[in-house]
Antibody, heavy 128, light 111 residues
Framework: QLQLQESGPGLVKPSETLSLVCSVS??????????WGWIRQSPGRGLQWIGS???????FYNPSLKSRLTISIDTSNNQFFLKLTSVTAADTAVYFC????????????????????WGRGTLVTVST | QSALTQPPSVSGSPGQSVSISCTGT?????????VSWYQQSPGTAPKLVIY???NRPSGVPDRFSGSKSGSTASLTISGLRAEDEADYYC???????????FGTGTKVTVL
C-alpha cells in the first residue's frame, strides 16, 4: 500500500525558508508513471496546487509561487522536497504531498491527472 | 485563470441527488478530459472520488458520478447519505502556464 509522509519544521520565521520532505513507501518514485506534487491549504481556505515533479527532475510550478519555489527529488531515497523562500504569514498552511498519474514527453512537456494518493499533511506556521 | 469556479455550497436531504459544477475555460476543462474530484472531511487529506471526468477509483461507491459539457464539469452524488457531508474540490490540467488548477471548493450539507 502506497504511503506518503510529510516532515519538516512546524514553525518558520518570516523571511526565512520553508523546507519540507515527502517520504514515499510502497512504490518507487522512479517508476516513471507518476508525477509527485505539493499542495497546500491555508486555514479555512481551499486547496492550492504548489507544483509537481517528474522522477527525472522536470518541474512544473504554480506561477504565483515560482519565483520563491524549488521542488527536487531523490529517487535513491524515495523522497521529494519542497523549498519556499522568503515566507510570510500568507504561507501559513497545511502542506500535503501527493502522487498523480501522468505522462512526460521527451520535449519537456507533459501532464498529469488528479492526485490519487495523499499524505496526511503537515501544518506549517509562519510567525516570529 | 487561478482557479476553477465552483458554487460555495449545495445541500440536499438523505436519499436525494445533488450536483456540483466546476467551470473552467477552453484551456482546461473545455479541452481536456483530465478533470478530477476530491472529497475532504474536516482535518483530513482530500480523497480522490472521480478522475478523468467520469472514472471512479476502486472503493468509491457508484453513487458518485462525473460528467462534462463544454467547459463545465459536474459531480453528482445520488442517494445522498450523512457521510457524504464534506467539502468537494475539482481539479484539471491546463495548457496555460498554470499547468494544474483546483476548484474553489463546495461544501455539501446533508439536511
Amino acid at each position: 500500500q502506497l504511503q506518503l509522509q510529510e516532515s519538516g519544521p512546524g514553525l518558520v520565521k518570516p523571511s526565512e525558508t520553508l523546507s519540507l520532505v515527502c517520504s514515499v513507501s510502497g512504490d518507487s518514485i522512479g517508476s516513471g508513471r507518476y508525477y509527485w506534487g505539493w499542495i497546500r491549504q491555508s486555514p479555512g481556505r481551499g486547496l492550492q496546487w504548489i507544483g509537481s515533479i517528474y522522477f527525472r527532475g522536470n518541474t512544473f510550478y504554480n506561477p504565483s509561487l515560482k519565483s520563491r519555489l524549488t521542488i527536487s527529488i531523490d529517487t535513491s531515497n524515495n523522497q521529494f522536497f519542497l523549498k519556499l523562500t522568503s515566507v510570510t504569514a500568507a504561507d501559513t498552511a497545511v502542506y500535503f504531498c501527493a502522487r498523480a498519474p501522468g505522462i512526460f514527453y521527451s520535449d519537456g512537456s507533459g501532464y498529469h491527472t488528479g492526485f490519487d494518493y495523499w499524505g496526511r499533511g503537515t501544518l506549517v506556521t509562519v510567525s516570529t | 485563470q487561478s482557479a476553477l469556479t465552483q458554487p460555495p455550497s449545495v445541500s440536499g436531504s438523505p436519499g436525494q441527488s445533488v450536483s456540483i459544477s466546476c467551470t473552467g475555460t477552453s484551456s482546461d476543462v473545455g479541452d481536456y478530459d483530465r478533470v478530477s474530484w476530491y472529497q475532504q472531511s474536516p482535518g483530513t487529506a482530500p480523497k480522490l472520488v472521480i478522475y478523468d471526468v467520469s472514472n471512479r477509483p476502486s472503493g468509491v461507491p457508484d453513487r458518485f458520478s462525473g460528467s462534462k459539457s463544454g467547459s463545465t464539469a459536474s459531480l453528482t452524488i445520488s442517494g445522498l447519505r450523512a457521510e457524504d457531508e464534506a467539502d468537494y474540490y475539482c481539479s484539471s490540467y491546463t495548457r496555460s502556464t498554470a499547468f494544474f488548477l483546483f476548484g474553489t471548493g463546495t461544501k455539501v450539507t446533508v439536511l
